[in-house]
């Protein structure tokens, strides 16, 4: 089965730059689409990136996704880092093969 | 404003049932499919179930394949999760969550999603 991988967590200082990898297990992580969640403790996942570098609207410019095939991953970067960007992420697509939706195991952003 | 408020969770035994519930508002439910998600305690997500738009087509996860049934009633703009066969292992906030594309180009892209509903399995 299509898993994804993220590290379980990363930490940067404010006002720096981050990137949480997610890597697809088998197949082609471009053969469907990436989103990206933020999850802020106690409430629901948000979208911040979908179909791989698409920001929804209210979401800052300093949110960007790529897809990387040679190394089939996919990479959400934020910029300028604020202290409220301190969250978990979780990378998701779709295993087409078996209709499962897949979840990456989730990475908790520390900004300190 | 759309929204998704679950309900029905609860503490159970194991071996035990228990129906969740979602309620939406504020877009035309009976066009869109919709999907469970649940969070174990301190841990990731994981897609539980989806059902099209006119309960043509009904997926679930492995872990739960057998023992939970979705269901939604386009009427009443409800859609349901019926949990039996109840494990430890099926502790977890419940999210109930709607597909973000009327036809997806992204399959899996869920938004918005509730509040959840805890279901909590144990003796």
């Known amino acids: 089965n299509f898993m994804l991988t993220q590290p379980h967590s990363v930490s940067e200082s404010p006002g720096k730059t981050v990137t949480i990898s997610c890597t697809g297990s088998s197949g082609s992580i471009a053969s469907n689409y990436v989103q990206w969640y933020q999850q802020r403790p106690g409430s629901a996942p948000t979208t911040v990136i979908y179909?791989?570098?698409?920001?929804p609207s209210g979401v800052p410019d300093r949110f960007s996704g790529s897809i990387d095939s040679s190394s089939n991953s996919a990479s959400l970067t934020i910029s300028g880092l604020k202290t409220e960007d301190e969250a978990d992420y979780y990378c998701?697509?779709?295993?087409?093969?078996?209709?499962?939706?897949?979840f990456g195991g989730g990475t908790k952003l520390t900004v300190l | 404003e759309v929204q998704l408020v679950e309900s029905g969770g609860g503490l159970v035994k194991p071996g035990g049932s228990l129906r969740l519930s979602c309620a939406a508002s504020g877009f035309t439910f009976s066009s869109y499919s919709m999907n469970w998600v649940r969070q174990a305690p301190g841990k990731g997500l994981e897609w539980v179930s989806s059902i099209s738009s006119s309960s043509s087509y009904i997926y679930y996860a492995d872990s739960v394949k057998g023992r939970f049934t979705i269901s939604r009633d386009n009427a009443k703009n409800s859609l349901y999760l019926q949990m039996n066969s109840l494990r430890a292992e099926d502790t977890a906030v419940y999210y109930c969550?709607?597909?973000?594309?009327?036809?997806?180009?992204?399959?899996?892209?869920?938004?918005?999603w509730g509040q959840g509903t805890l279901v909590t399995v144990s003796s």
């Open positions: 998701q697509s779709y295993d087409s093969s078996n209709h499962d939706v897949v």
């Open positions: 969550a709607r597909d973000a594309q009327l036809v997806p180009a992204a399959p899996g892209w869920f938004d918005p």
């Open positions: 179909e791989d570098n698409q920001r």
